[in-house]
């Protein structure tokens, strides 16, 4: 066959193997992913600068909002390393001068100071501590805790020092307490100046002027005293002008004055004293009756087992020897807990035989309302008539009694409520048939080793009333205006009586001013005595 003609012949393909495409393409492929990986870290580094930048600064935001008190409650805060550094720095101060290395104690001052003195700034201006304020003086001051542990000022030896020191305070923190609690019992017992003055003009009075003497017999066999068709209040005391206030603000909150009678006791000292007062003053038509309690022979130890503990020798040790049983707290001790006339109240059907129902009233009352409804209230039965104070867990009578002693266990619920004198409503016929005199005398005599109770005269009235109390609406008596400076404005409205049972008297400095003006609007400050007393 013959050849084609160069020109006419059909060119040549050059192929190139499978294996050459195969690497092309895997390189390529390969080439793509590491471009791709290559950019995509890149812009993730750009990314996350700025993010991180600014998480940074909304922390430093937040912390810029942060004053001193919550950054001292902050965990990360300076100004909490600078107090944690500063107390662990007083401890070793104490420690460092207790074994005579007086120049660290005197670095350790001195930072002290420096770092509180910081953390003042940084209160009075409200903006927390910077780290170019606080690196100096957290530098300084660890390295003066590490150098007080290198000589030797352990972990163990600074708990030991600390514990010492605690209960040195604490001991000095109890006599602290105990002297403040004498104190005011005898602020409490005292009496104002003006008063004492007062009494004093009064006794002049009574025993230069003999009308006075024949105007008070006159009076004393008064029919009123018995009739009870009117409104018999009881009150026994030796302070003349809480006496005064309590007859003035329940006559003038009265709307029969006239028919109110009050039976006052009080002592021979302040017999003529009472007298001189009532006698020369006009309480809105009403009858005041005062006896002096050294009348009444009939109370004596004989009947009274009382008194015959009150007169004993080892209960005159007991309440005025301060060497005796050290362990006793000193309100336990108070002298007015043997003062007969504390323990009047339960001998009140004797005092007043032919009476048969009767108000009793503390001298550091104060009367609001017309107290005459008590008079007609139901008792059913009841002897007392008392509001009860056991919305507080502490009135309970577990509170005030023994009950490990089984004479006490066996008789009475010690979940039973307890309730206060001060404002008492009394049927004294109930009070005879159920010989409540007799019950009271029975506890007093079991009571002789102070065991079941120990002080005052509200332990024994709720064993000899217990059963036969009724309750009162708690807005006949509010109590508490002579301890609690919370007492609600809205109860103390509302009541019939206050009550400022507590050291802190209203006619005393010692005293609680939110409440006084309740009480002293109801002094006789026109009274020639009582001003002139007042200007001395």
């Known amino acids: 066959m013959r050849r084609r003609a160069a020109d006419y012949r059909r060119p040549v393909r050059r192929r190139l193997s499978c294996w050459i495409w195969s690497l092309l393409g895997i390189f390529s492929i390969v080439g793509f992913v590491l471009f791709v990986v290559h950019h995509h870290h890149d812009h993730e580094d750009h990314v996350e600068q700025p993010v991180s930048e600014r998480e940074s600064r909304n922390e430093q935001v937040v912390h810029e909002r942060m004053n001193l008190t919550q950054e001292m409650l902050s965990v990360n805060s300076y100004a909490r390393q600078i107090a944690e550094q500063t107390t662990l720095a007083k401890a070793y101060i104490i ?147 809480a006496v005064s206030v309590v007859i003035n603000s329940t006559v003038a909150n009265a709307d029969h004055p006239k028919q109110l009678v009050f039976h006052i006791v009080t002592d021979s000292i302040h017999y003529g004293v009472m007298l001189a007062w009532f006698l020369n003053n006009d309480f809105k038509g009403s009858t005041v009756e005062v006896q002096n309690i050294d009348n009444f022979s009939w109370l004596n130890s004989s009947y009274s087992p009382a008194v015959k503990q009150l007169m004993s020798t080892d209960s005159r040790k007991y309440y005025f020897d301060g060497s005796q049983d050290t362990g006793v707290e000193p309100k336990f001790r108070n002298p007015k807990y043997i003062y007969l006339l504390n323990h009047l109240r339960f001998y009140i059907p004797e005092i007043y035989p ?123 008596h509010v109590l508490g205006l002579g301890y609690d400076v919370n007492v609600d404005n809205r109860l103390i409205e509302s009541a019939a009586v206050i009550h400022f049972n507590g050291n802190m008297k209203p006619w005393l400095k010692l005293r609680i001013n939110r409440y006084r003006p309740l009480w002293e609007r109801y002094v006789n400050q026109t009274h020639p005595h009582l001003q002139d007393c007042v200007t001395h």
């Open 95 to 241: 420690i460092a001068k207790e074994h005579n290395n007086l120049h660290l104690a005197w670095e350790l001052s001195t930072k002290i100071r420096s770092c509180q003195l910081l953390l003042s700034k940084a209160a009075m201006r409200d903006e927390p501590i910077s780290l170019d304020e606080a690196e100096p003086n957290i530098r300084s001051l660890s390295s003066l805790i590490l150098k007080a542990q290198d000589a030797h000022y352990d972990i163990a030896t600074t708990m030991m020092t600390m514990k010492s020191h605690i209960q040195a305070l604490e001991e000095r923190a109890n006599a602290a307490s105990v002297q403040s609690m004498m104190f005011g019992q005898l602020t409490a017992e005292s009496l104002p100046k003006n008063l004492h003055c007062l009494e004093m003009k009064l006794m002049a009075d009574w025993l230069t002027k003999k009308s006075l003497q024949d105007f008070a017999d006159e009076r004393r066999n008064s029919p009123r005293l018995v009739d009870n068709n009117l409104y018999h209040f009881c009150i026994f005391s030796d302070n003349l002008l």
């Open 354 to 476: 032919q009476l048969e129902k009767i108000v009793f009233l503390d001298d550091d009352v104060v009367v609001q309302k017309d107290l005459t409804p008590l008079f007609s209230l139901d008792l059913h039965g009841n002897v007392n008539g008392a509001v009860e104070t056991c919305l507080e867990a502490f009135h309970r009578y577990y509170k005030y009694l023994n009950f490990s002693n089984p004479l006490i266990s066996s008789k009475f619920d010690p979940q039973a409520c307890g309730w206060a004198f001060g404002m008492n409503v009394f049927d004294l016929i109930a009070w005879r048939k159920a010989s409540v005199t007799a019950r009271y005398h029975y506890w007093i005599e079991q009571n002789a080793d102070r065991t079941i109770w120990k002080l005052g005269t509200l332990p024994p009235g709720l064993l000899a009333f217990y059963g036969m109390t009724e309750p009162l609406d708690r807005r006949w």
